[in-house]
């Protein structure tokens, strides 16, 4: 609790232990205390819950919203670097969010457009996984993806509600991803996709498509991932020549 003989301001003291209970979770459904709320638990003023509430938002923690429920926890925006092999599920993993998944679909089945991405007849049989991912109970993205089902048949028997598709790729089918092209566009998702990602109408979504090679060169995974453009961003960085990074 706060140490009011200490020479720390009482806002700056309640702002740190608001901070650690933000990190360690102890909101998971997404609402944050009021400023009454604070005063009671914290027994100050409600100046002083207001300060340190102000400076959380400044950080970009908190979300105030006026007249439409107090305040909420702001989820934080996951960056992806540009030029490099990437994993979502890892990238989450690194910031401490709970992350869990709902897999809609896990099957077989036959899709010529995604056979064709796959350099395959299309005809060909393909194991299809689709995911609602969850970041903290929000919704980050709808993925759906395809894989030669003579690769990837041992993943009908994995649960993805929380794990990384190369990681499951190389435990049971001893496939390494070395290469992957990744293409994103803007677009304003409808229907059932914008209903399950809780979108409202109108907002705008990032619509990614990956396809993978295996170390021996052969096409691994084609997938078409849907993210609500407030939730992720796309980031490069680059340096001139001799320059330090």
Do not use: K
Request: aromatic residues 6%.
């Amino acid at each position: 609790m706060l140490d009011r003989s200490s020479s720390v301001p009482l806002w700056e003291q309640l702002l740190e232990d608001l901070r650690r209970r933000l990190f360690q979770g102890d909101w998971p459904a997404g609402r944050f205390p009021t400023d009454q709320q604070l005063v009671d638990q914290y027994g100050v003023s409600r100046q002083t819950a207001r300060e340190a509430v102000r400076r959380l938002g400044e950080q970009g923690l908190v979300e105030r919203q006026r007249g439409r429920g107090g305040t909420t926890i702001r989820v934080q925006e996951l960056e992806q670097p540009m030029g490099t092999l990437y994993s979502l599920f890892r990238a989450v993993e690194a910031t401490g969010a709970e992350q869990t998944n709902i897999v809609r679909a896990l099957d077989v089945r036959r899709d010529p457009v995604a056979a064709a991405r796959l350099g395959l007849p299309p005809d060909s049989d393909l194991v299809h996984i689709e995911r609602l991912r969850f970041v903290e109970g929000e919704p980050l993205a709808l993925d759906r993806a395809w894989l030669p089902d003579r690769l990837a048949h041992p993943l009908l028997a994995v649960d993805f509600t929380r794990t990384a598709m190369d990681e499951e790729l190389i435990r049971h089918c001893g496939l390494l991803t070395t290469w992957a092209r990744e293409r994103a566009r803007a677009v304003i998702p409808g229907g059932e996709d914008r209903d399950v990602l809780g979108m409202a109408p109108g907002q705008p979504a990032f619509d990614i498509e990956r396809l993978t090679r295996a170390a021996d060169g052969q096409f691994l995974e084609f997938r078409r991932s849907l993210m609500p453009g407030d939730r992720y961003s796309l980031v490069a960085e680059w340096a001139a020549p001799g320059s330090r990074g």
